[in-house]
């Protein structure tokens, strides 16, 4: 009991994410009995998957210090590779489309990491442009016609788990479960059990010292804008498994709605912060919420309002600066009293 | 790294000729002057249609939503942060103005109708800016990450407000705010100038310009050296959303409707035209002149492209390419050492 008071005190943000989770959830499931059904729980687990693979991504980005917008784009843009080339080649497989993405993506984000440790421009600058010209060059080649013809073994429903409940609902767990599992599973080694990822933090942190360390810069730069990149190939991947098909502009806008949730999840701008346990929290936090508006019968149009409002109030009092001067007003009360 | 405090700069203005010139207007605008004859002349030699009148009034009535938009991007870049959320701003303040419009008798309103709604749309957009700029200075939170959130609460408050539809029904005489001429000009055009003139003026000399170079120089150093850099940074993002709501209505009258997501697009250009402009994008350095040339010459590019009937999704890969060729340059020199002292004194 007293090890985890101590783990819970080292990891503040961590704690009041799981804290706020267990309370809305409490609420949610006294207000709508549906929402604690296995039914609900594999959906939201189902819906949320993507979003996930795209966060543990962004993480390693954002502990490197860096920020990318572009990644939900190149998401796209690996779709449609995969697919013309596997269509073209007969159909491919899992392994063959896994490994096409993955490939994809690596490029994609290498050519984010030329632009921002070639030329020392500034990683918010180099994703907004790279943002517009794969979104550009895509809508351009495809003019916007989305695929629908699309392998067996791509679109075939996989379900990992089911199960009929007691009211007759079907509850199934699906495919992108599984690699979002393998996802966060692999990111939590990269920064966790291995030097790369320590030295990750440490660039983040602080990349001048790190470099005076005798750290490999340019493998600072690619290795997290590759790792996001190969992430956003295989969430788009997953996202085609679940949607059934490739619209070029299906994902546009996701990159924001990541980015929120994984801030939230305590990963800082400016690096050196995070953790995977927090992102996946911050994702979990973000559609527990829209799953719960939802099962109470909430405007769906209110949704962005009300999570935008929330990501506000998060930023807000999850600070430093605002812990820091609470504290000591606190400490002065104590002394004065 | 010389001409860290632009407002004390004046006293050196004296020069004369060229050098003169270079020093009064800085050194990036000569080169951008020069861009802007070179892109000017290739679309003429390309296009026949070009250097006519029709020409110039398309870009004319366009550049004004794209140059407020703009100068409401300067400011919080010029202090080393970002505005992310100002394209929605402008969005929901043109909407504050809209329902003023139907609460008090809709195409019958009075001019009075009129102030009160573009006041409030001010309003609006100032009330935004406001609670960005407290979180911003308060907490520390970083300018990106708030700016995103407001983004998505307004998008999201004015999509849960209009349901994704359009609210348009505006009384006549708003429309010259939108299509009217002045003397020849357009009148959006005079009010984007007057907002220039206003901006160049404050940025130059006013003690919130000088205290907004600081802050993105070396915020600690500038709080050190007794400026109230919370005061500062709050009046910042407050006159960036007021910028906004200017734009905001000025969008209403040309296009006689308000939706949200009108302008997205606009974003990418805004942080264009900046960088294009010289400003640095770790804040600090960056004038208000070289910005509108830049503006300029980004309005000429996308007129000539619509009248060389461009694909609109080729010009938005061409924009990202272009952002990209300005910092690579940038970079080159700072690296290099040509073009002079190389921009606005990065490396």
Known sequence: MRSLTRKLRASPTESWLLGLLVVISVALSFAAPEYLTFANLFNLLNTSSVNLIFAVGLLVVLISGGIDISFAVAASVVQYVVATILIDAGGGGWVSGVLLAAAVGIALGAVNAIFIYGFGIISIVVTIATFNIFFGLLMFVTHG???????????????????????GLWADLTLPVLIMAIGVAATFVLVRHTTTGRQLYA?????????????????????????????????????VHYTQEVVPNALIGRELDVLAAVVLGGARLGGGRGSVLGCVLGVFLVSVTQNGLNLLGISPYAFKMIIGAIILVAITLSSEQLTRMLSVRRRTADQHG | MVEAVPG????????????????????????????????????????????????????????PELGLLTLA??????????????TFTANICGLTLAWVFHAYGG?????????????????????????????????????????????????????????????????????????????????????????????????????????????????????YSGVNTKRVLVMIYVLSGVMCGIAGIIMLARFNSVRVGHGEAYLL??????????????????????????????????????LLGANQHLATAMWGILLIAVMVLRWASARFGFFGRGGSGEG
């Open chain 1, 203 to 239: 660039f983040g942190d602080n990349p001048e010292g790190a470099r005076r360390l005798g750290i490999n810069i340019a493998a600072m730069h690619f290795i997290p804008y590759c790792w996001l990149g190969m992430m956003a190939g295989i969430g788009g991947l997953a996202q």
């Open chain 2, 8 to 63: 004390l700069r004046s006293k050196r203005r004296r020069a004369s000729g060229l050098a003169g010139l270079a020093a009064a207007v800085g050194p990036e605008a000569i080169g951008l002057a020069v861009a802007l004859i070179a892109v000017i002349a290739i679309f003429s030699v390309f296009s026949p249609r070009f250097l006519t009148r029709a020409t110039f009034d398309s870009a004319a009535f366009q550049l």
């Open chain 2, 269 to 306: 250009i805004t942080v264009l035209a900046c960088f294009l402009g010289g400003v640095n994008p770790f804040g600090g350095f960056g004038r208000v002149t070289s910005v509108f040339l830049a503006l300029v010459i980004l309005q000429v590019l996308s007129s000539g492209l619509n």
């Open chain 2, 73 to 86: 991007m300067l400011m919080p870049i010029i202090s080393g942060g970002l505005n992310l959320s100002v």
């Open chain 1, 145 to 167: 016609v989305s695929i629908y013809a699309l392998p067996e073994w791509w679109t075939h429903r996989t379900v990992l788990l089911s199960f009929q409940q007691a009211n």
């Open chain 2, 107 to 223: 195409m019958d309103a009075g001019p009075m109708v009129f102030l009160v709604g573009s006041l409030a749309a001010l309003c609006v957009g100032a009330a935004t800016g406001l609670v960005m700029g407290m979180v911003i200075a308060f907490t520390g939170a970083h300018p990106i990450l708030v700016s995103l959130s407001m983004m998505i609460f307004v998008r999201g408050l004015g999509e849960f407000l209009t349901r994704g539809g359009d609210i348009s029904g505006f009384p006549d005489f708003i429309r010259p705010i939108g299509h009217g001429t002045l003397l020849g000009i357009p009148i959006p055009m005079l009010i984007l100038i007057a907002a220039f003139v206003v901006w160049h003026v404050m940025m130059s000399r006013g003690r919130l310009g000088f205290g907004t170079y600081m802050i993105g120089s070396n915020i600690e150093a500038t709080r």
